[in-house]
């Protein structure tokens, strides 16, 4: 009988060892669930609300475009993503 309890005592450091890697595995997925959502709170905020710079950014394309000096190389490519993005539209010609 005495023999059953030494081979337990001998165990018993193993299966504590097996019962916390077990919850660190379990709080290793929450933490990774929790990072997830609360990340995609502050993307969805972020594409919710425009930054402020952005009118900015707008109003300097369109001061390029009205540089006489500035050759047309420059302010196209800017000018062709505002309207590929829909935030400018140019007036309908008949």
């Not at 019962?19 to 959502?37: F, H, M, P, R, T």
Request: proline share 9%; aromatic share 8%.
């Amino acid at each position: 009988m005495h023999r059953i309890f030494e081979s337990a005592a001998k165990h018993i450091v193993s299966r504590t060892i097996k019962c916390v890697l077990v919850l660190c595995e379990i709080a290793a997925v929450l933490a990774v669930i929790a990072v997830i959502i609360l990340s995609s709170f502050g993307i969805r905020d972020y594409f919710k609300d425009k930054p402020p710079y952005a009118e900015s950014i707008k109003s300097q394309i369109l001061q390029f475009a009205i540089l006489p000096k500035l050759s047309p190389e420059f302010p196209i490519p800017p000018i062709n993503e505002q309207l590929m993005l829909g935030n400018l539209m140019t007036p309908k010609v008949n």
